[in-house]
């Protein structure tokens, strides 16, 4: 049995080549790689196999050169053990396979901005969105991300406009040790709307280079400022509805919001629900939902005041605002007419372990909701009806006044 031989190119430039990945290329008898790749080895006299998308159809002639005894080696751009073919190689060929390191272009590009990385987080939107890309944007300080020709700079700038992200400083690394290597940081702090939406066009430049987006800026908020209730007076409030104080007390409580739990409030509100989940979940994301844009922007405005980043507000009708990344705990305090809908699309939302939590108000929504229960045999309920009074002074004494009941659904799979 031959030799297979992932190496890693570093980020382009010959000179950040390291020997070690010459002399196995020297031994090798077929050289695989893309484009860029193979260029650094024009002199090589061997087999040449370039790399297409259908990377797995290389694999017949991979296994007959080392089935003869000879050496193959499969180039990579950067590392090999960050974002490249290594695992599919190792995949198929176990027991063959001996990696050299090469310089990746987050060293890269954290050597030119002059910061670490071995406190960063690391995503690629080279392919594909990562389900987590909106939690690690409002839940990390530092994330380096590589790009690509359709999830490009441009498109994570959108991102962080959209979602109000805008206390943070960003980085262009592109095409970096080329000669056409270009590195840019902006402060977003700095700029106006106006200003910003010049730099998208100003980024488009971009769309089709190799490149590292930086992201960098403080969430400032700590697991020592988790508050266990909050009262009503402390919200901003307009016209739109709020849970109260000790129905919201209850409600979190069932939900059993954990640090990292990705939380949905449906029906948000003055957002007094998804303030407190973000404070359990500080290291996790809660999307508040709702239709209206008042309600919206007092959610966004509450958020603010407590100094809380990990709240994503979503204006339209749920479900079919929900986002893509699925939910440990989902929070139903508004059905606007849509429970059945609703209900089916929270359930398959949730994550195996999570909690749906619904409150109702109306006799209407609470028969309704028992009608949907009874077709879900595999869900664990607990019911409570909840009817709080309150001390209001009548003259020279107090009496109680009573407020509405609200009956509590708590629900979980079996």
Known sequence: MGKLIVAGI????????????????????????????????????????????????????IAMHLSKGQTVVVLVSGDPGIFSLMSNIKNEFPNAILVVPGISSIQMAAARLQTTWDDATILSIHHKLPENLLLELNSKEKIFILTGPIYDPVYLLDCLVKQGILDC?????????????????????????????????????????????????????????????????????????????????????????????????????????????????????????????????????NALQFGLKNVVSIEGKAPGCFPIQKADAIFLGGTGGYLQSLFKAALEQLNPQGRIVLNAVSIDTVTQMWDLIGQHPELEIEVIQAQIATAEPLGQTRIWKGRNPVTIFTLERK
């Not at 002399?23 to 893309?34: E, I, P, S, T």
């Not at 193979?38 to 017949?60: A, S």
Request: glycine letters at 8%; hydrophobic letters at 40%.
């Open 10 to 61: 570093g980020p382009g430039a010959a000179n950040y080549v390291i020997p070690e990945v010459d002399h196995w290329v020297q031994q090798a008898r077929l050289l695989v790689g893309g484009r860029r790749a193979l260029e650094l080895f024009r002199d090589f006299k061997g087999r040449i196999l370039q790399v297409t998308k259908d990377y797995q159809d290389l694999f017949p002639e």
């Open 169 to 301: 400083r960003i980085a262009i690394c592109a095409d970096l040790s080329s000669p056409d290597e270009e590195v840019i940081s902006i402060d977003l702090s700095n700029l106006s709307i106006q200003e910003i939406e010049t730099l998208k066009l100003a980024l488009t430049r971009f769309k089709k280079r190799s490149v590292v987006f930086y992201f960098e800026r403080s969430v400032g908020h700590h697991p020592e400022l988790v508050y266990s209730g909050l009262g009503d007076q402390q919200f901003q409030r307009g016209t739109v509805p709020m849970t109260k104080e000790e129905i919201r007390a209850i409600s979190l409580s069932k939900l059993r919001i954990q640090p990292d739990s990705i939380v949905y409030d449906v029906g948000s509100g003055t957002g007094s629900i998804a303030v407190q989940a973000a404070m359990f979940a500080y290291r996790g994301v809660v999307y508040a939902m709702d239709h209206k844009p008042e309600a919206i922007k007092l959610t966004r405005s």
